[in-house]
């Protein structure tokens, strides 16, 4: 089975230019998360939405930051503009309902992003 | 919002030793998970922990889940250099479906 997929792997990109990332993932699972990793501040979360609606942003930095998830099978990060600052490896999960429970978060492989 | 305090923060050890990992919280959980999560990859769930003083094994890791589900530990027994990674540990504060992240133990198993 596909897990959750990420693109791009990585995006090397000059400070104010708008970035995108790109998530999809596992079918059947009714929660989706963004998180961000640094070596400073860990995994954070940044926002996580349930059947397509968001349910809880207070982790997004700043208007900079928007996420969308318009169908249950792709959701986006956007960033405009970016920063130096926003410098991190950007990763989706997704969980199926009884992830609630568990607490089991499936993870992509992350998309590393380098703002010059 | 919730702190998850893991240490240590860093360990390298030789394989064949035993080592513990820690995660500590003043908060309660309802659960609370460990992931490892390997370079260039995302996290992986390894264990989910329920019930205050549960021990969970999984062959070489036993995880132990405090009796007022504040604090959590992760003893490996015999490393083998494939147990090199990030090791996390996550809590579930059972208010909507958010797991908090601790700041992660890197360890290293040379051989």
């Known amino acids: 089975d596909a897990g959750v997929i990420q693109s791009p792997r990585h995006e090397v990109t000059e400070m104010g230019q708008e970035v995108t990332l790109r998530c999809k993932p596992i079918s059947g699972h009714d929660y989706l998360f963004w998180y961000r990793q640094t070596m400073m501040r860990g995994l954070e979360l940044l926002i996580y939405f349930n059947n397509n609606v968001p349910i809880d942003d207070s982790g997004m930095p700043e208007d900079r930051f928007s996420a969308k998830m318009p169908n249950a099978s792709f959701s986006t990060l956007k960033i405009q503009p970016s920063e130096p600052r926003d410098s991190a490896v950007y990763f989706c999960?997704?969980?199926?309902?009884?992830?609630?429970?568990?607490?089991?978060?499936?993870f992509g492989e992350g998309s590393r992003l380098t703002v010059l | 919002t919730q702190l998850l305090e893991q240490s240590p923060q860093f360990l390298s050890i030789q394989e064949g030793e035993n080592l513990t990992v820690y995660c500590n919280s003043s908060?309660?959980?309802?659960?609370l998970q460990w992931y490892r999560q390997e370079p260039g990859e995302g996290p992986v769930l390894l264990v989910t922990?329920?019930?205050?003083?549960e021990v969970k094994k999984l062959k070489r890791l036993t995880f132990q889940f405090g009796d007022a589900r504040k604090d959590s530990s992760l003893h490996i027994t015999a490393a083998q250099t494939g147990d090199t990674g990030l090791y996390l540990c996550a809590g579930d504060n059972n208010a909507g479906n958010m797991l908090t992240f601790g700041g992660g133990t890197r360890l290293m198993v040379k051989p």
């Open positions: 999960a997704s969980s199926p309902p009884e992830g609630a429970v568990t607490g089991e978060l499936f």
């Open positions: 922990v329920v019930t205050g003083g």
């Open positions: 908060s309660v959980f309802s659960s």
